[in-house]
């Protein structure tokens, strides 16, 4: 069986357990394929915890959460030096983000030398404690979560750490037809308890669908639109002088990176050896929502990051 049958499958299962949040399946899976961290968005009790652990089930990597509040410190999420009395030494205690799949969950009530720890390790995959300097496994992701209905007691994430997301996903309530599911499976659960994950992947196998992904296809047509998409929006007012009002800053290189390997990673879990426009349009909005600075002026008028994004999609053209 193929590494893409195996993700397809695995993208089943996912969804199963899920219900309503497929775009949330297929980010933590291109999060995953793409080697990023993701931050998702939403309100509470919409299966974001559920989510990633229900990833981490499918893999033979270690998990844990972290909650994140206001009195939380550095060391709680890196670990800290500890001094043992029989030996007279100092010995390195590891913190939770020694951990194959961390879930931040509310990083925004976190202080921000707290985020900094986090999105250090995130950033460099390693955690500094005095002169020391600790690597974190190859297999490190972490998925944090922001909950947009409660502001007070927060700490809103800077642009320049927000970056260091691959993807800032956001995610709305279910159907009707969906939590009506939601509710059988939690019945069924509740009795039998949960059932025991069918497929289970190995690091070595997540690393060889990251090779797999990586040499996807993508002609020199659709690179020149992904291209023309990100510069886009560092110069919008030659598409439309209403988003140069707009745009006070737009994304970085980081962004055509995350970009190129989410569209990637996309197209390998839909089955296909190449990169369509479609692919890069399919995660444009995740990619970009976090890395475009908006002006006061378009914050006042109610204007969102999607808004820019869906205006540039509409506008850029595709490459012959």
Known sequence: MSLQHTFGELRVQLAKRIIGQEKLVDRLLTALLADGHLLVEGAPGLAKTTAIKALADHLTGDFHRIQFTPDLLPSDVTGS?????ETG???????????????ADEINRA??????????????????VGMRTFPLDRLFMVMATQNPIEQEGTYPLPEAQLDRFLMHVVIGYPSAQAEQAILHLARN?????????EIRLTADQVFEARAEAADIFMAESVEQYLLALVLATRDPGSLDPELARWTAFGASPRGTIALDRCSRAIAWLNGRDYVTPDDIRAVAFDVLRHRILLT?????????????IQRLVDRVPVSA
């Open 296 to 308: 006061f002026e378009a914050e006042a008028e109610g204007i969102t990051a999607d808004t820019v």
């Open 81 to 85: 030096e500890i001094y043992r009395a």
């Open 111 to 128: 202080p921000a030398k707290v985020q900094s720890a986090l999105l250090e390790a995130m950033g460099e995959r390693q955690v500094s």
């Open 89 to 103: 030494l100092f010995e390195f205690q590891q913190g939770p983000i020694f951990h194959n799949l961390v879930l």
């Open 189 to 197: 659960d509740y009795r039998q308890g949960q059932p025991e994950a």
